[in-house]
């Protein structure tokens, strides 16, 4: 059955003369579901991206037309691409805080960032003995130590989490986001020069609205508006290991004159050479800065368009780095082994498109062009915040072309990688949210997916399984989205059929309540397992635990509960669910490991008791609570 983690049979576990692929993840930043030209339905600001569509129509790919990003939001879904699992299970709640856009990133600390207890892509070269790289944002912690404090560190172990910290042989990353042109201009000033006391207000127009600050001097610099000046953002730059430094650490050495996504060929093309030298494969994963703000165009693609050019103009760019980056694979005739896996770590953001080229309207469900169709963007658990193109190249293995509705997701890469070199994770009880797409390369081709796909980043559940998609509570348009027709109000939950209402516009919870009550039930389930793996993690600084031993038992049926009606006020809360039902909620808690009381309300919110400020309840109208181990809890 489509992913179960057993080795392939034309699949060697060993990595000398290359007898395990290649591996190339792909992951653009905030590029949503119609910021593709395969996908992009609204032709008069559709970006010319001619290499990618080649990749996702060609001969030798698999197209997933249902592709979802782990979260709608960029770190958890960078820790779901390296662990298979949910972000929550390696304490990655949503996006990590620390803009080294704004205030550079020696300036600020994205606290303790990815569990070092997790398994990761990485490891699992490794064990195959792959040579691995990561290239471009990282977004999973502190690159070094900053001595800056922030957060519950974790007990014993270094104040920072960079890629080396989770396997990878080699790295060149950013702390989070770059330009997508000149990237580190500023790190390169005039000789001499010193920034003033107070900082001007910028007088470049074309970045109307946007955060960051570009009024530092830069030579030749691109900031947006298709012209070079001698103006830039903040200082901002790629990092690398430095043995030599006092941090670890030490930023590029060189200034980056053109595109940012060069760079990063350049870069894989040197650990290419060292590996292929070596007689090995390799994994590498390229983390592009396209199209996340700041994303001002170079003047060569900036002039293509006439609507929305650092935008679009943008996009070509990216477009142009994949053409490079084939170019680049088969120059070392090894593209035909590799594996290559394309997407994006969320939907599209459109507020600042938005403010300044109206015409565009990228985030409206029939006129839009960046979500293509879809209701929401970024930060959204509606498709448009994560729905995002995804593909799957491999010519050695792939001779015509499959395209599939069958939903996948970025927890399926690891599991996939895993079969690939014919390896295990460390802990083979642990549990991973995705399955392995191989199938889809070898076939029979899955008609439909094995596993549900969870969401569970802030405060904000979902849960997919194949046709029928429920979310959890409220929810938010998203980044540059407003509430579209038939909604007037985002208050949830809502359950929705994706193949027959593709825009999410007729809700069926109230009309289906046996299938809302069956989906209710399995995103609580989900979700206690998810935070008995993150208390696994020691997430919130208590330090990692030993390796988990085999699963729990089922826990008991929620009729066990011991129920009190019109009572509430149990201490604080450990966890607050959304969208269950008083059984569901208790389910929720027996699942959850040290609950003894949950208590549920009649709009369906389900609070966990921290068991540790447990005391006696009190009288609540419309509260229910629930003692999931039939014992008194005493004042």
């Not at 770059?178 to 020069?193: K, M, Q, R, V």
């Not at 800065?289 to 003047?299: G, N, R, S, T, V």
């Not at 429920?470 to 994706?498: H, M, R, W």
Request: charged share 15%; with cysteine.
């Amino acid at each position: 059955m489509w992913g179960e983690l057993s080795a392939v049979a034309a699949v060697v576990a060993s990595a000398a003369a290359g007898s395990v692929p290649n591996v190339l993840i792909l992951l653009t930043d905030d590029v949503g579901w119609g910021d593709v030209g395969y996908n992009c339905k609204n032709a008069t600001v559709c970006p010319q991206t001619p290499n990618i569509d080649a990749l996702a129509t060609g001969d030798h790919a698999v197209l997933f037309h249902r592709f979802y990003s782990g979260a709608g939001v960029c770190s958890p879904t960078r820790a779901s691409v390296l662990t298979g699992r949910s972000n929550k299970r390696g304490c990655i709640d949503s996006a990590l805080p620390c803009d080294h856009m704004a205030s550079g990133a020696a300036n600020c600390s994205q606290g303790p960032g990815l569990s070092w207890n997790e398994f990761t892509i990485a490891h699992a070269a490794t064990k195959a003995g792959v040579p691995s790289i990561h290239l471009g944002k990282w977004h999973l912690g502190d690159l070094w130590d900053k001595k800056l404090g922030g957060g519950k560190w974790p007990a014993n172990l270094p104040h920072h989490s960079n890629p080396g910290d989770h396997g990878f042989t080699r790295w060149a990353s950013s702390q989070s986001q770059l330009p997508t042109s000149t990237p580190n201009c500023g790190c390169f000033p005039p000789e001499g020069w010193a920034p003033p006391a107070e900082q001007p207000p910028s007088l470049n127009t074309s970045t109307a609205g946007m955060k960051f600050k570009h009024t530092y001097p830069g030579e030749d610099c691109v900031i947006g508006g298709g012209v070079l000046v001698n103006e830039s953002f903040v200082c901002s730059t790629y990092w690398h290991p430095d043995n030599a430094s006092a941090t670890g650490v030490a930023p590029a050495g060189e200034k980056i004159a053109g595109d940012d996504g060069a760079y990063m060929v350049d870069q894989l093309s040197t650990f290419i050479n060292s590996s292929t030298g070596a007689g090995k494969s390799f994994l590498a994963t390229l983390w592009l800065h396209y199209i996340h703000l700041p994303h001002p165009a170079l003047p060569k693609f900036y002039d293509m368009y006439e609507n929305d050019p650092d935008y679009v103009g943008a996009l070509g760019q990216m477009d142009a780095t994949v053409g490079e980056l084939v170019s680049l694979l088969q120059t070392k005739n090894v593209f035909n082994n590799t594996l290559l896996f394309f997407t994006s770590d969320n939907g599209c953001h459109c507020d600042e498109s938005a403010a300044l080229w109206p015409q565009v309207q990228c985030g409206k469900i029939h006129v839009g062009r960046s979500n293509a169709g879809l209701r929401g963007c970024k930060a959204s658990n509606w498709e448009g915040g994560i729905r995002v193109p995804g593909f799957l190249v491999w010519p050695d293995r792939i001779k015509a072309n499959v395209e599939t509705w069958v939903p996948a997701v970025t927890h399926d890469l690891l599991p996939t990688v895993l079969e690939a070199y014919g390896v295990e994770p460390d802990h083979p009880g642990r549990v991973l949210d995705g399955v392995s797409m191989l199938p889809f390369v070898d076939g029979p081709v899955p008609v439909a997916r094995s596993k549900p796909i969870g969401f569970w980043w802030g405060g904000n559940q979902a849960w997919i399984d194949n046709d029928v998609k429920l979310v959890a509570g409220d929810i938010t348009p998203g980044q540059g989205c407003t509430l579209e027709p038939p909604y007037t109000s985002a208050k949830g939950p809502f359950l929705y059929n994706l193949t027959s209402d593709t825009t999410e516009s007729v809700d069926l919870s109230r009309s289906n309540p046996a299938l809302f009550a069956s989906m209710s039930a399995a995103l609580a389930t989900w979700v206690a397992n998810v935070s008995a793996s993150a208390a696994e993690n020691g997430c919130g600084g208590k330090g990692p635990a030993p390796p988990p031993g085999p699963p729990a038992p089922p826990s008991p049926a929620w009729a066990n509960c011991t129920f009190e009606v019109g009572v509430c006020g149990y201490g604080d809360d450990l966890d607050l669910l959304h969208g269950l039902s008083r059984q569901q909620c208790c389910d929720a808690c027996r699942a959850r490991s040290g609950c003894d009381v949950a208590v549920s309300n009649d709009n369906g919110d389900c609070h966990i008791k921290d068991p540790a400020a447990v005391k006696g309840g009190r009288p609540c109208k419309g509260f229910a609570s629930c003692h999931a181990r039939n014992k008194t809890i005493a004042d």
